[in-house]
C-alpha cells in the first residue's frame, strides 16, 4: 500500500535557472525503505527537503508536479497546514547532529517543545512521553540527559536524540538524510539498527538518504539512483545490486575499494617511530605546572618499510591524525622518530627543514589545502624553488608539467586557480604537490573522505600507481576500514591514543584478535 | 540575472560606489595640482618679450624692474601695472589667491563675505577661504593617506607576528598593547604640542604610535584563522620559511579585513586631523586646514561663508570615503547578492 507518492517532481533555482530535480517520481510504501543514492549535488537531499516543504522560496522553485501523502498534494497546502504534518506524520532526522540541536537550550526544552506542539501540553506527562522516547532510542540515564545541553553529549547520543525528536509523534513517514556519516563507524550501525527496529515495530515507513552503498544495500528495500537530478535507475534492492542496468549504476557498485595491492617483499626499513607520545594543554595556564594535558597519543611505535603501505585506521579522536603530524614534525611529541636511521626530532631547524623534502603530507579537505590565491603552477613550483632557488623557469615548467600530467591532469591547467577544479581534481594536484618534493614517503590522512565514491576508487587506483611507479611508502590515514584495506599492506588499529592491534592486512580482517576491531569489521561491512 | 564575481565589477555596478570613487579621484588629483587652481602667482607671464613662468620658478622683484630683491608681489600695484603696458601680459590662475595670501586692498573688514574677488569671501586675516579649502583638503587627504599607510603597516606587521607566532609571543604583545592603548592619546598630544614646535610630521608620528592597534587586532584574528588551514601547514611541510608563509600564504588571504577598512581609516584620520586643529592641537598656525577654518567659523558665527563651505567639503568628503568603504565591503563579501 502507497502512503507517498511523487508525481514528476522539478526543481529550478530561480537565480541561475539550472534544473536541481528533473521530473522525478516515485513511491513509498507503507513499511518500506526506499534508499536514495547520489553523489553530492546529485538532488538526494532536496529530494528530502521539498517533501517536508522547507525548500527556500527565494532559491528554489517547484515547477511542476506533486507530492502525494494521505490523499492531499502537500504542495498545495498552506504553510500553517504543512507545519501539522511536520514531525506528526513525516519527520526528517539530518546528517549533522552538531549543528541540528540548539546549543543554548537544554533537551528537555527541545524535546517537550515538539511534544508540547503535537501530542500533550501538560508538563508532567510532557517528561514521562520524552523519557520513554529515550529509553526507546536506546539512551539510558535518561533524566540525566533531559538536564543536559548538546555539548555535553556526544555525537552518538546528540543523533539518538535527534531520532527521538523525530520519532515522539509517531510519524507515519521517516526522511533519514544521511543520518550516520557524522558518525563513527561502529556507532554507524548501532544507529541504523535502531532506526530499522523502531521502522519495523511501528510498521513506518523510511526514506534514506545516503552516499553509501553498503548501508543501503543492507537496509532499503527499494532502491533509486540520482544522478544530476535524474533518476537513472529503481526498483528493489537487491535486483539493482545483483543486475545494474545503467552503466553509472555499473560504476557506482563497482566503485566500493577492491583490493588494490599485492602483499610486499621488501624489507628495508624506512621509518621508525619508537614510543612517541603526544599530548596537548587543555587548560591555557600561564605557568607550566598548573596545565592540564590531553593524552592524544600515548607510546606509540610503528615501522614502515620501504616500498610499504601501512593503514591506520580509527575513529574520530583516537589521535590517528596527530600521528600523522608528528611524523610531520608538525607537532612536539616525546619519543624518537627515525626516518633512513636519521633522529628527526634531535635536527636544528635549518637541518629540519631540508629534511622535509623526503616525507610529506596529503590532507583531507581539498578545498583548505589549497591557497585560494595562487595558480596551480605556483602552488606546484613553490617547493621546488624554496630548495632550489636558482631553478630557471623553463626547468621549472617542465618539472610542473610532467607533475600535473602524472596525476592525470592537463598541462593547460597549469595556470588556473584552485577555485576552477572539482573536489576530486583538487586532490590530485594535492598528491602533485606532495611529489614535486620527490619524497621517500607520503602521508594521506583521509585523502579520500571529503570525494564521492567513484572518484575515490580513481584516487585510490593513482595512489597505488604512484607507489609502484616511485616506490614509495605510504602511511594511510582513514576511519574507513574498506578503504585502508583495499589499499595496504599491514595495518595498525589505533583506539584511544594508543595502537591496539597490528596485522598482515589478510590476516587482521579475517582473524581480527581484539573485540573493537571485530566490532570495526563488523560495521565496515566486508565481508 | 547572475553576479559579476571580478571584484571591479561588483563594485563598480553600484552607481554609488562608482560616482564616490569618481569625484573622490577627479577632487583628489586636481587639489594635488592645487598651485595651478589656486595661486597668487600667474601660471605664465609674458613681460618685455620675456616668458616668466613664476608658479615654478621664483623671480625677485628686481627682475621686474622693482627695488627689491625679495620675491616679486605679483598683486602689487606696481606690477600689476607694469602688466597693463602694451605687448605684457599674464595669465593668472582660476582662484588668484594662494592659502597663505592676505587680499591688502579688500574694501571690507576681514572676515569678509563672497565677492567676485573671493569666490567663497575671507577669514578673518583676510585669506581666501576657497584657496584655504583647496589647500587644505589637499594636506587632509595626504595626511590621512600618510597616517593610514604608516598604520597599516605597522599594524599588519605586529598582528601577524602576534598571530602566526602565537602563544607566548601573542600573551606577551597583547598585554603589551593592552597597556600601551591605556595610554591617555589626546593628554599626550596635548604635552607633546606644548613641548615641541608642532607640525604635521610630530602629528604623524605621534598618531601612529596609537594608530595601529586597531588594525593590528584584525590582522591578528586572521592569522590565528590562517595558520591553521591546511595549505598553511601544507607550506610547512614544503620546508618554506616562516617568512615566505606569512608573506605568500597568510598575508594575501587576510588582506580581506585590512582592505575593507581602509576607506574607513582614511576617513577617521582626516577626522582626527581636523578635530586637533579644531582644538588648536594640530597643525602649525599657517599650515590650511579645514580644522582651523572650522574653529575660525566658531569663532565668527556670523560669517557663514567660513563654517557652511568647510562643512559641505568636510561632509562631501567624509560621505565620498564612507560610500567607497562600503563599496568595497560589499564587494568582497563573497556571500552577498
Known sequence: MKILEIKNLTIVNKNTNQILLDNISFILDKGSTLGIVGESGSG????????????????????????????????????????????????????????????????????????????????????????????????????????????????GQRQRIMIAIALVCNPDILIADEPTTALDVTLQLQILELLNGIKQEKNMSMVLISHDLDLIKNYADKVIILKNGMILEEGLTSKVFSQPINSYTKDLIASSPQKLVSENCESSRLLNIESVSCKFPINNAFFSKNRKYFTALENVSLYINSGETIGLVGESGSGKTTLGLSIMQLLNYSGSIYLDNLELSSLPSKQLR?????????????????????????????????????????????????????????????????????????????IARALSMKPKLIIFDEPTSALDVIVQKNILKLIVDLQKKHSLSYCFISHDLKVISSISHRIYVIKDSRIIETNNTDELISNPQNDYTKKLIESSFIV | MSMPSNFWDKFLINKRNKYSLLIFIVLFVLSLFAEIIS??????????????????????DKEFGGYFDTEADYKDEFITSRLKEESNWAIFPINPHSYDSINISQSTPNPASPSSHNYLGTDDRGRDVLARLIYGFRLSVLFAFALTAIGIIIGIFFGAIQGYFAGRVDLFMQRFIEIWSSMPELYILIIFSSLFEPSIFLLIVLLSLFGWMSLSDYVRAEFLKGRNMEYVIAARTLGLSNTKIILKHILPNSMVSVITFLPFRISGAILILTSLDFLGLGVPPDT???????????????AWWLSLSTFLVLVGTLLMLIFIGEGIRESLDSRSS
Open chain 2, 39 to 60: 595661486n597668487d602667482k600667474p601660471i605664465v607671464l609674458m613681460m618685455d618679450d620675456k616668458i616668466y613662468f613664476p608658479i615654478v620658478i621664483s623671480y625677485t
Open chain 1, 44 to 155: 538526494k537531499t532536496l529530494t528530502g527537503l521539498s517533501i517536508l516543504g522547507l525548500l527556500d522560496k527565494s532559491v528554489f522553485e517547484i515547477t511542476q508536479g506533486s507530492i502525494i501523502y494521505d490523499g492531499i498534494n502537500i504542495l498545495d497546502l498552506s504553510e500553517d497546514e504543512i507545519q501539522k504534518i511536520r514531525t506528526k506524520s513525516i519527520s526528517i532526522v539530518f546528517q549533522e547532529p552538531m549543528l541540528s540541536l540548539n546549543p543554548v537550550q537544554k533537551i528537555s526544552t527541545q524535546l517537550s517543545e515538539v511534544i508540547k506542539l503535537h501530542i500533550d501540553d501538560n508538563p508532567l506527562s510532557q517528561n514521562s512521553i520524552a523519557q520513554d522516547i529515550l529509553v526507546k532510542t536506546g539512551l539510558d540515564n535518561t533524566q540525566k540527559i533531559l538536564d543536559s545541553y548538546p555539548h555535553m553529549l556526544s555525537g
Open chain 1, 354 to 430: 631540508e629534511s622535509r623534502c623526503d616525507y610529506q603530507i596529503v590532507f583531507q579537505d581539498p578545498y583548505s589545502s589549497l591557497s585560494p590565491r595562487m595558480t596551480i603552477f605556483e602552488i606546484l613550483s613553490e617547493g621546488i624553488i624554496s630548495f632550489n632557488s636558482n631553478i630557471s623557469k623553463r626547468e621549472l615548467l617542465r618539472i610542473c608539467s610532467e607533475l600535473i600530467k602524472e596525476v592525470g591532469l592537463e598541462r593547460s591547467m597549469l595556470y588556473r586557480y584552485p577555485h576552477q577544479f572539482s573536489g576530486g581534481q583538487r586532490q590530485r594536484i594535492a
Open chain 2, 288 to 302: 590650511p586646514s579645514l580644522g582651523e577654518l572650522l574653529a575660525q567659523g566658531k569663532e565668527n558665527i556670523e
